[in-house]
Structures are given as C-alpha cells and as structure tokens.
C-alpha cells in the first residue's frame, strides 16, 4: 500500500502570512494528488485536484505543486477563514489513503 | 444543484449491524464512481471504500474489509454501506463522496455525513 506521510502536523500562523503544507508517497503516484480542507462540524471541500488545478470556487491564494512523490500546498496571504485541518489524498491506486492532515491554527 | 445526503446513521452496539444510505441528486448517478470516507471524533480523514459507476469494480480499506458491503443503485440514485460486526473504533461520522471525472480522480462532492456510534 502507498503511504502518505503530510508535514507538518500542526502550524501556527497570523493573518497575511504565506503557509506551505507538504505531502509525501511512498511511491511514485504521479499527479493523483488531491487537497481538502475540513472544518469542525463540516464536510471536507476539494482545493486542489491532480496535484495543481484548483477546483472551481476556491481561491486563487490556494495552489499546489509536485507529482511522482513529493508534494506541495501553497496558501499565499492566510486569511481568517483559512484556519482549518488540511488533508492530501492519493488516488492512484487502492486504497486511497489520506495524509494525516495539517491543522492551521492562529498566532 | 448537486446534493449527497446520508442517512442510517445511529447507535448500535459492538457486533451490530447497520446500513448507510446516501441519496444523490443533481447529476447523473449511474455515470460516476463513489465513495465512502469516515472521520473517528478527533482523528483525521479515513477513506473506506469505492464503487465504480456500474459496481464493477469495488475497493475496501483493509479495517473494513470481510465487515462492510459497498453497494449502488443507479435505478434509484442512492449509494449504500451494510456495515456488519461493527467494534467501537467503528465510531466515525461517515461521509458519502463523489468521484469527479477531472483529472486525479477528486471527490468533488461530499454529504453531510452520518454519526456512527458504537458502544455498549
């Protein structure tokens, strides 16, 4: 089975700053690579699919980065509502593991 | 507008059985694949299970497999999970998710969710 290892799995950051998430594969997944963010109470909403295009309705200050094995989330200038858990997900081959999640909290 | 609504979801106790229901509308039921992902109370996403659009091809986590049954009925648009022998650390929120056609294969769509709990 493919791991995800995510990193790190916590961070602090205040309003306006630049946030990077990573991801990782034990194997090569190409660009199976997708990103969700979930909040407390919520269903989880797709960012990011195929590891770069932004799903339709999110923000541009949201990217991603990577294929084969190494993975980047990218929030440029963090804004209130960014504060939640973030989670990459591979869906090359089954199972279709989730990372750990990375949760965003405020300075 | 697209819409996923689970049901099904409640108390049950350790060796209990229930059934999951998701009802989809809004889109073509029978032309996309579909998922079954969980969170436990304060842990991360856990994916569960996948159909393919004409239930041929199905998938399990290995946690649930021999215990859960996927299952799809485009006739009547609605996704299910019969979970079987179910153990307290089957206690999760359960979501149903859509499989987008984009590429990586992105669950675009996801429901509500529905509490399992089980105790004793």
């Known amino acids: 089975d493919i791991q995800m290892t995510q990193s790190p799995s916590s961070l602090s950051a205040s309003v306006g700053d630049r946030v990077t998430i990573t991801c990782r594969a034990s194997?090569?997944?190409?660009?199976?690579l997708n990103w969700y963010q979930k909040k407390p109470g919520k269903a989880p909403n797709l960012l990011i699919y195929?590891?770069?295009s932004l799903h339709s309705g999110v923000p541009s200050r949201f990217s991603g980065s990577g294929s084969g094995t190494d993975f980047t989330l990218t929030i440029t200038s963090l804004q209130p509502e960014d504060f939640a858990t973030y989670y990459c997900q591979q869906t090359y081959s089954s199972p279709f593991i989730f990372g750990g999640g990375t949760k965003v909290e405020i300075k | 507008e697209v819409q996923l609504v689970e049901s099904g979801g409640g108390l049950v106790q350790p060796g209990g059985s229930l059934r999951l229901s998701c009802a989809a509308s809004?889109?073509?039921?029978?032309?996309?694949?579909m998922n079954w992902v969980r969170q436990a109370p304060g842990k991360g996403l856990e994916w569960v299970s996948y159909i393919s659009s004409r239930s041929t091809t199905i998938y399990y986590a290995d946690s649930v497999k021999g215990r859960f049954t996927i299952s799809k009925d485009n006739a009547k648009d609605s996704l299910y999970l019969q979970m079987n022998s179910l153990r307290a650390e089957d206690t999760a929120i359960y979501y149903c998710?859509?499989?987008?056609?984009?590429?990586?294969?992105?669950?675009?769509?996801w429901g509500q969710g529905t509490l399992v709990t089980v105790s004793s």
């Open positions: 998710a859509r499989v987008s056609g984009a590429a990586g294969d992105p669950l675009d769509y």
């Open positions: 194997q090569s997944i190409s660009s199976f």
């Open positions: 195929g590891a770069s």
């Open positions: 809004g889109f073509t039921f029978n032309k996309y694949e």
